[in-house]
């Protein structure tokens, strides 16, 4: 019986444990996934062994602790520095990110995106925004704070700081951050929130399972709006084929997640 599990804190929301035994259970596959309340991103690594696991998912805040903790890191994950799926490959910890190709398919009823704005700067933002360059998007990043900005200058994004941001017209707006996750915050102060959604046409949360204070004020002016559970499902399935090492049909396993949501 091979194990995993999900790292993050907080961790007690993360629907990954039922969606990914709703995959093992149905399709008959030996295995159990677990959840992991991590405080401390270092400790990544003695903890995924010491529990022998066979793979895991990392979420908030410990996604650039993961990529830290590969002892190699494959394919989109090196590009970004930020790894949300781990696999134990013979002793040695494989890193992957599965998380910028879940956002894109979650987003896939969005039409001709051109110009997009990311709030916030972290793990997530950095996976959307390399992955929106990649496909040749205008890409804007505003962040609470400017240490963790660089990255994103460095990579061709314009950033801006709650100080020097000023409102432009965006196809997309992206929350990143973690505020509405456990708190009734909004990812920026509310007149600049309000300002962004009036110049908008599509909105998005990467938060998933309630109606974040963000997504309520899109839902408000009526402008077309979906919160993270698409972009769970995609990067699920995903990291599902790699925990299973492709042995089950990609459509079985999305089938599985999808009945999951439903319990
Ligand atoms: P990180 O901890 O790496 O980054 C968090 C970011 O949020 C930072 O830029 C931080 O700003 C900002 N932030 C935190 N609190 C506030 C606040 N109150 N106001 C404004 N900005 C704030 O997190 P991740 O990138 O790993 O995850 C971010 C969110 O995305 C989480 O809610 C997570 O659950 C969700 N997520 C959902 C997925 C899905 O499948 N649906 C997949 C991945 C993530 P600063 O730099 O100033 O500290």
Redesign the pocket.
């Known amino acids: 019986m091979q194990l995993f599990s999900i790292f993050g804190d907080p961790v007690s929301h993360s629907r990954s444990p039922l969606m990914h035994n709703s995959v093992f259970k149905n399709l008959n596959y030996k295995a159990c996934y677990t959840r992991t309340h991590l405080l401390e991103g270092e400790k990544l690594k003695e903890t995924f062994f010491a529990l022998k696991l066979s793979g895991a998912n990392v979420?908030?805040?410990h996604?650039?602790a993961a990529f830290n903790a590969c002892d190699e890191v494959r394919g989109f994950a090196q590009k970004v520095g930020v790894v949300n799926t781990l696999i134990n490959e013979n002793g040695k910890l494989i890193g992957y990110n599965t998380?910028a190709d879940?956002f894109m398919f979650s987003i896939e009823e969005f039409k001709n995106i051109k110009k997009v704005l990311i709030i916030?700067?972290?793990?997530?933002?950095k996976a959307l925004a390399q992955r929106f360059l990649e496909e040749s998007l205008d890409v804007n990043v505003l962040?609470?704070?400017a240490?963790?900005l660089e990255f994103f200058n460095e990579i061709g994004c314009n950033t801006f700081t709650w100080e020097d941001f000023q409102v432009q017209q965006f196809d997309l707006v992206v929350n990143?951050?973690?505020?509405g996750?456990s708190d009734n915050?909004l990812?920026?102060p509310q007149k600049m929130i309000e300002n962004i959604l009036e110049n908008t046409c599509y909105v998005a949360d990467?938060?998933?399972g309630k109606l974040t204070p963000f997504l309520q004020l899109a839902k408000q002016k009526q402008l077309p709006h979906k919160d993270?559970a698409d972009?769970?499902l995609g990067?699920g399935v995903l990291a599902n084929e790699l925990f299973t090492n492709y042995q089950l049909k990609k459509e079985d396993i999305k089938e599985q997640m999808e009945k999951s949501f439903l319990y």
């Open positions: 979420t908030v805040p996604k650039e998380d879940g916030g700067a972290g793990g997530t933002a962040n609470r704070s240490g963790r990143t951050t973690s505020a996750l915050n990812p920026a990467a938060i998933y993270g972009m769970l990067q």
